[in-house]
């Protein structure tokens, strides 16, 4: 049981509804760090441009953000 209740419904809030709508349609679904970080939406919507600014800075190779993630996941037993 998690110690931070995860929260699954964007209750009407807009910055929750795109990003909820956008890893549902990436993913299927909702990762567990977005349900966690959704009891405060300023900050998701951060994090979420901090990992984008990552991406399209061009420093890493087109791709490997992703290979990354998915042997961070693997690493610690977690399902991605």
């Known amino acids: 049981m ?3 209740s995860e929260i699954e ?4 809030d807009a ?7 956008r890893q549902r349609e990436m993913f299927g679904g909702l990762l567990n760090p ?3 970080m959704a009891h405060c939406p300023p ?13 399209e ?3 890493l190779p087109k791709g490997l953000p992703a290979l990354l993630y998915v042997r961070v996941a693997t ?5 991605f």
């Open 2 to 4: 998690p110690r931070v």
């Open 9 to 12: 419904e964007d209750g009407g």
């Open 15 to 21: 910055i929750l509804k795109a990003v909820f709508d």
């Open 34 to 36: 977005t349900k966690v």
């Open 43 to 55: 900050i998701l919507k951060a994090a979420g441009m901090l990992g984008q600014s990552i991406e």
């Open 57 to 59: 800075s061009g420093l």
């Open 75 to 79: 690493i610690n037993g977690c399902p």
